[in-house]
């Protein structure tokens, strides 16, 4: 079976990007437009990327949606 989403990651992650750049913040976002999307698999983990933490979320196209707070940015790897 193929699972076909409208919505792809990099889409996603501009949507995000621009909300929180507008003034959101990362809860908000997440229970707005992420915990039910059905791009998303799973919850938010935390992590360093370098000296940087960043939240990382898994999407179901295997690919990680990652957020950094400081740079109030969404980027899909």
């Given amino acids: 079976?193929?699972?076909m989403f409208k919505e792809r990651g990099r889409d996603l992650a501009?949507?995000?990007t621009e909300l929180v750049r507008a003034g959101n913040e990362f809860?908000?976002?997440w229970a707005t437009v992420?915990?039910?999307n059905?791009?998303?698999n799973?919850?938010?983990q935390s992590q360093y990327e370098g000296d940087r933490p960043v939240l990382v979320i898994r999407l179901f196209t295997g690919e990680?949606?990652?957020f950094d707070g400081e740079a109030k940015k969404?980027?899909?790897?």
């Fill in 34 to 36: 992420l915990k039910n």
């Fill in 27 to 29: 809860p908000t976002v």
């Fill in 42 to 44: 799973g919850i938010p």
């Fill in 64 to 66: 990680r949606l990652v």
């Fill in 14 to 16: 501009l949507r995000c």
């Fill in 74 to 77: 969404f980027t899909v790897r």
């Fill in 38 to 40: 059905p791009l998303v």
């Fill in 1 to 3: 079976m193929v699972v």
